[in-house]
């Protein structure tokens, strides 16, 4: 089971070890088209692969953080009666509007359900909401796929 009780930290650019403001670096250039690849752009700023991948799921740009609202889940659930409509009531207590859903048909008793979110009017924490989900019974895991405004 995964763990949501990670914390998060407001830190100034200046005391930031130099991998993680050139993986920042990496992610504009993607984002902009300045690099076709992720070989290109850490080529381009002088930071390793690894490097790279070790940090662009955990740093962030103070701004890109303020306007995320949508957020894509993926979820690996036991096939019981009544799963789906629990788990969008969860989504929806929160405060969370329901944007797309997609589920596969059940395979030896396990379906998997994507869904994406708008967070805007969450009333609740990111990752309380994540550790509400985990927590169902018939979830048998949960990832954040994306997030993105």
Do not use: W
Not at 19 to 25: E, I, N, R, S, W
Not at 76 to 96: N, P, T
């Amino acid at each position: 089971m995964a763990d949501y009780s990670e914390k998060f930290y407001l830190v100034r650019s200046d005391i930031l070890p130099e991998a993680m403001k050139k993986t920042l670096d990496v992610k504009t250039m993607i984002d902009r088209g300045k690099a076709d690849s992720v070989y290109e752009a850490v080529q381009s700023v002088g930071l390793s692969r690894s490097a790279f991948y070790k940090y662009k799921d955990a740093v962030y740009p103070f701004q890109a953080m303020v306007k995320e609202q949508i957020v894509t889940l993926f979820f690996h659930l036991e096939d019981e009666k009544g799963s789906l409509s629990r788990l969008l009531s969860v989504a929806a207590d929160s405060g969370c509007n329901v944007l797309t859903i997609h589920q596969t048909i059940p395979i030896q008793g396990k379906a998997n359900v994507t869904l994406s979110l708008n967070t805007a009017g969450m009333s609740m924490g990111m990752n309380q909401l994540m550790q509400e989900l985990q927590d169902l019974s018939f979830v048998d895991n949960v990832e954040v796929l994306s997030s993105g405004a």
